[in-house]
């Protein structure tokens, strides 16, 4: 902070982060340029709400001025739009946090994942919503006054910047309540200071807002040279002094009846609540009566949000009571796993005074939550049948998401499961990793006497669709499901049926084939393989690295594998719990073989003992990286395989 030699002004360096971010804005989002004012109507909208509520308890508040509005103003000669309301205002130190940082957590690890590529950038941008910052992409300089409900007329604040390094701020006497936001706009974006093109802009973008939001009723006649623009202020002394008047209809729009609101308004207000760039993919707008009276209006996003695993982003719907807004991010009426739900929740009997921890304990919000998540989950499978196309763009954002709802939430787990899509052996094409196949397709399809869903879970797409373990399954033409998200082995570990069907793991323990019975389900019982001399021999070989050697029914042409116990923890959970720093106990594979290979068989035949050793842990270390594990000792591997291939040269 650097005190200019004007004893009031000061000038202040913006956040890097919020620098780096009004860069962008200003040069990715140019194509659209109209919705800053969206984001300014939306910002003063949001300030009179928060007075609103204020007001319940704190009347006085209001003043002399009661009436809220947004007022919109522009000169054409002076090249300025004037965007003002009467709401909660602000005081010095929030127009320093509010105006120049950018408090949202991961916000730098964001800034860092931007490409330079204009278009994807302004994607991305998109995402993080754009909010007053948009202004700069039509405004030379933006002038904020602002004077915070309540405060002394002194503590009035005015912000000024051109949108680069800093911004100036000095304390002004003489405002009225409220923020106006002064843009001096570019020589190219002087339509804004058009009469027609502004009505346009405005009904466009604020017609579902709840508070009048208004407009001269006559254009300014064109000002002689140096007269500045006060008349827009309705001075009553001026001759034909224009008069403001409402522009939209000022009624919020969830309050309207389903019928009477067009497509185009519900996209709109989506971006109002959600301060998303894009489109919704799908919205649902109910009014509940009876026990409990409550409004929803439910919106699913084009996109996942920079954020979405950020366990304390902001998350969850407005709340409204009685049409009172009463607070953001009520994350108390929505699971987690559906945080990328937006929207609006507008209750009849809550008390205007609710707080976050009346709400964690109030049954009524229970009850609201649940039925919001059926609401959520319904539209999800109407669009899912409807739609297929655009339920696929939703999965691929939001599908692993849905998986933590599908493990944690059992009263909804079947309509979740309902929801789920894996890529499976029988994906192919192009979009071979592509997660299509909900479980009713895989059991629709299935033979009629396979009673099990068969599924396997690996690190990546590669790794599971070429995993050993699926040659008697691609053999006997038997779909398995592939999984390679990280959360996949937890979400299997909770989901073990699905429409009366057990789930199987044909990574582990002694999988049956349709058809078959496993074999009486024992893993240690496997009194004839243990006669075999080439079981033995191997046994002895690799001795405690594993628990036991078995021939295989698993494999047709490769020569091993490993295969776990049943109640062992998979080798993905491993993964991530050892990463977090979790010693896991040991928990030994079975080593199985592939009697029929032409390397087993000629195994068998080997005389000397140390070779055969040798092969044997060659394929016990390629039966581990194929189902993409790491080697204790890659070393020694790369060691016994270069020793193998010289003996091979060597004739
Ligand atoms: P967002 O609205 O997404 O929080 P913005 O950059 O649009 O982000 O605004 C940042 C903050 O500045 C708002 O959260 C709000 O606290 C404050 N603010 C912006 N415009 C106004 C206004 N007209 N009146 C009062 N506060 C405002």
Request: hydrophobic content about 40%; some cysteine; proline content about 4%.
């Amino acid at each position: 902070m650097t005190a200019k030699s004007e004893a009031r002004v000061e000038t202040h360096a913006f956040q890097t982060e919020a620098k780096q971010l009004l860069k962008l804005m200003i040069h990715s989002l140019y194509s659209n340029r109209e919705i800053f004012l969206r984001e300014l109507i939306s910002n003063a909208s949001d300030a009179i709400d928060k007075l609103r509520f204020k007001a319940i308890e704190a009347p006085e508040l209001l003043g002399d001025d009661p009436d809220y509005r947004i007022d919109i103003t522009f000169d054409k000669d002076a090249k300025t739009l004037t965007v003002a309301d009467n709401g909660i205002g602000m005081t010095r130190d929030e127009v320093i946090n509010n105006l120049g940082t950018i408090a949202k957590s991961g916000t730098a690890e964001f800034l860092a994942n931007l490409t330079g590529d204009q278009a994807a950038d302004s994607q991305l941008i998109g995402q993080f919503g754009v909010g007053f910052y948009s202004a700069f992409m039509v405004a030379e300089q933006v002038e904020v006054q602002t004077l915070g409900a309540g405060c002394a007329d002194a503590e009035g604040v005015v912000w000024r910047s051109a949108g680069e390094d800093d911004y100036e701020l000095e304390n002004t006497a003489g405002l009225s309540r409220g923020t106006r936001v002064v843009l001096h706009l570019q020589e190219d974006a002087l339509e804004f200071a058009e009469d027609f093109r502004l009505r346009s802009v405005v009904r466009k973008y604020s017609d579902h807002i709840g508070v009048p939001v208004r407009m001269l009723n006559q254009p300014l006649p064109a000002q002689p040279e140096g007269e500045n623009a006060d008349a827009e202020e309705g001075d009553a002394e001026a001759p034909a002094a224009p008069e403001f008047e409402a522009v939209n209809s000022a009624q919020a729009l969830w309050t309207r009846s389903r019928s009477e609101v067009e497509d185009d308004e519900y996209k709109e207000f989506y971006k109002h609540v959600s301060h998303d760039f894009d489109d919704p993919l799908t919205w649902s707008h109910n009014r509940v009566e009876g026990k409990l009276e409550y409004t929803s209006l439910l919106y699913v996003p084009k996109r996942a949000p920079f954020d979405l695993y950020n366990r304390e982003a902001p998350r969850g719907l407005k709340l409204y009571v009685q049409r009172v807004f009463i607070m953001d991010d009520a994350e108390q009426f929505l699971p987690l796993y559906l945080r990328f739900i937006k929207g609006v929740v507008d209750s009849n009997d809550l008390p205007l005074n609710v707080s976050r921890e009346i709400l964690q304990q109030d049954d009524r919000v229970d009850s609201i939550r649940s039925a919001l998540t059926k609401r959520v989950l319904s539209m999800l499978e109407t669009m899912a049948n409807k739609e297929p196309e655009q339920y696929q763009a939703f999965w691929d954002e939001f599908g692993e998401v849905l998986k933590e709802g599908a493990g944690e939430d059992f009263a909804n787990r079947e309509a979740l499961a309902k929801l789920l899509r894996f890529a499976t052996t029988r994906s192919g094409g192009s979009d071979q990793d592509k997660k299509v196949v909900s479980l009713d397709t895989y059991l629709e399809r299935k033979a009629e006497q396979q009673d099990t869903i068969y599924y396997l879970c690996a690190e990546t797409y590669e790794t599971a669709a070429r995993s050993p373990h699926l040659e008697v399954f691609k053999e006997r033409d038997v779909e398995v499901l592939l999984m390679f998200d990280r959360i996949d082995e937890w979400l299997m570990s909770m989901l073990t049926e699905y429409s009366g069907v057990k789930f199987a793991d044909v990574m582990r323990g002694d999988v049956a084939l349709p058809g078959e019975e496993a074999e009486s389900g024992k893993e240690e019982d496997k009194a004839e393989d243990e006669a075999d001399p080439l079981t033995e021999r191997i046994s002895q070989v690799l001795g405690d690295k594993v628990e036991a050697v078995r021939t295989s029914k698993r494999l047709t042409t490769s020569p091993a594998c490993l295969v776990l116990a049943e109640h062992a923890m998979g080798a993905q959970m491993r993964r991530i719990m050892e990463a977090s720093g979790q010693q896991m106990p040991d928990s030994k594979p079975y080593f199985e073989y592939n009697p029929g290979h032409p390397l087993l068989q000629r195994l068998d035949e080997e005389p000397d003992e140390d070779r055969f050793a040798e092969l044997v842990g060659i394929l016990f270390d390629q039966a581990s990286l194929a189902e993409g594990g790491q080697l204790n000792d890659p070393a020694a591997y790369v060691d016994r395989l270069n020793r193998l291939l010289l003996d091979l040269l060597q004739g």
